[in-house]
């Protein structure tokens, strides 16, 4: 299957720390198909030899497992090609048309690794010079705008060139092999889908949290803040995953049909809500793994007087008859505690106790992303009988354990990497892990009035140190429930 992927920002951040790591795995695996070129446009003048010399450059600061020796790189290398290309200059447009046009392929891909305010431009080039031909697919990086009016804007003008099933927007959550194997625990086995309701389950927890701070990116930051940059997209979609209907089959629109019904389910915010529900938070300076670190506000081009938000926790429900009443609580931030996301879909406990059960202890399902990647099941199981003085029996108590699945132990070296995965998917054309227009503009629909709240309200974000778990409003949201993070047990 002989291709062109043509990444837009080809020397950029994205495209030497991510995807060409990725695409170089998969060149490594076996799993590229052959006959493909890799083609970095940026506006640099640069040769072929130039630009290969760059990307091997880069690749020095990959980790170790995942860089090249000198032999893989010459032979990956002869993929990667460099056009010079200024995004406002149809004449430029016309010079990598013809180099596309040197050769039959059966698919172009138009990877826009560059500031969402540029794709407007580079969609209208692209037609302009007759680039978006019927075997021409476009990949769209977030963020997709910053608010519902700026998405549909995008999501507008992309269309007004591509048609949706050419439109691939990457949530690199949907290739992680843990979130994979959701679907295949959800769908592929009976255990668990009787379970799966408002009947059985407590509440459910998702906590997506970093050590590391805004590190260079204060400047991107500033505008993006935490309920942009993971809520509205990792954490929604992840949300979706756990909550969708079955659907009718594996195809691309049944999946996203049936995550759309879920945000479509999601209960609209009310003043009360959004004051109770909703908790905004910003680290100040603390110390992590040893190190003293310092507070957003003293982070380089970060305002002194900023009320962007590090750190997100929130409650919603989904008003539905599967998962009415059923809280689902969402945090995000960062420099946390550590580094780790995590999903805790917490049981209810037994209706009558005949044993004595850990206090707090309760049944449930832990499906970890980073930077473990399994699924643990808390289960309890016979204790030691205890006995009365005259030996009569005096009780018997239960003990907590677990069952312990590390995909990374059990699979190897057959794990994908996410991007690796979304890549290949991009390559042959299966839209089943990215987001279609409707799912976006939905999810920009939801958190948009927590964008409104956060605007009229003076008191700005909730500090709290670096190193730890997030302001304590976090645990009263939750504690108000009656429930508690799990860190908190």
């Not at 009569?392 to 069952?403: E, I, N, R």
């Amino acid at each position: 299957m002989a291709f062109d992927l043509v990444f837009f920002g080809g020397t950029g951040d994205l495209v030497w720390r991510k995807l060409m790591p990725a695409l170089f795995q998969a060149f490594r695996h076996g799993t590229l198909p052959e006959g493909g070129r890799i083609i970095g446009v940026a506006r640099d003048p640069m040769t072929d030899a130039q630009y290969r010399t760059l990307i091997q450059s880069r690749f020095a600061q990959v980790e170790g497992s995942k860089r090249p020796n000198d032999e893989e790189f010459s032979r990956f290398a002869a993929l990667l090609h460099y056009e010079r290309v200024d995004l406002s200059n149809p004449a430029d447009y016309a010079q990598l048309g013809a180099r596309l046009a040197e050769r039959e392929t059966t698919s172009v891909v138009m990877y826009l690794a560059t500031a969402p305010s540029l794709f407007k431009t580079v969609c209208e080039q692209l037609a302009a010079a007759q680039l978006n031909t019927p075997k021409t697919r476009i990949v769209l990086e977030k963020p997709l705008g910053h608010d519902l009016q700026s998405n549909r804007a995008i999501n507008a003008s992309v269309r007004s060139v591509f048609a949706e099933h050419q439109v691939f927007r990457i949530d690199h959550y949907l290739g992680k092999p843990s979130v994979q194997n959701l679907f295949a625990m959800r769908f592929g086995n009976a255990l668990f889908e009787p379970l799966w309701r408002r009947e059985h389950i407590a509440n459910i927890q998702i906590t997506i949290a970093e050590e590391l701070g805004v590190e260079k990116r204060g400047a991107f930051y500033e505008n993006t803040g935490a309920l942009r940059d993971m809520v509205q997209n990792h954490a929604l979609q992840l949300l979706c995953a756990l909550a969708m209907e079955p659907p009718i089959n594996s195809h691309a629109d049944a999946i996203r049909d049936e995550k759309l019904k879920v945000l479509r389910a999601l209960k609209p915010w009310t003043t009360e809500t959004l004051g109770q529900h909703v908790v905004r938070g910003q680290y100040s300076a603390g110390n992590v793994n040893g190190q003293a670190v310092p507070g957003y506000r003293e982070e380089v081009g970060v305002n002194p007087n900023s009320h962007t938000e590090t750190f997100v926790a929130l409650r919603t429900e989904i008003a539905n008859w599967r998962w009415a009443g059923v809280p689902f609580y969402i945090r995000t931030g960062k420099r946390l505690a550590s580094r780790e996301a995590h999903i805790e879909i917490n049981f209810r406990p037994t209706p009558h106790a005949i044993f004595q059960s850990p206090a707090g202890a309760v049944n449930k399902l832990i499906i970890h992303l980073q930077p473990k990647d399994g699924l643990e099941l808390h289960l309890f199981a016979q204790g030691q009988n205890t006995r009365s003085k005259d030996g009569s029996p005096a009780g018997q108590t239960l003990s907590p354990v677990h069952l312990d699945l590390d995909f990374d132990k059990r699979f190897g070296s057959e794990r994908v990497g996410a991007y690796e995965r979304l890549l290949l998917d991009v390559l042959a054309g299966r839209l089943n892990l990215f987001v279609r227009s409707d799912e976006q503009e939905e999810a920009w629909r939801w958190v948009e009035p927590v964008m409104q709240h956060w605007a009229h309200d003076t008191q700005g974000p909730r500090l709290y140190t670096a190193g730890t778990w997030g302001p304590s409003a976090s645990s009263a949201m939750i504690a108000r429930d009656g429930f508690c993070w799990s860190e908190e047990i």
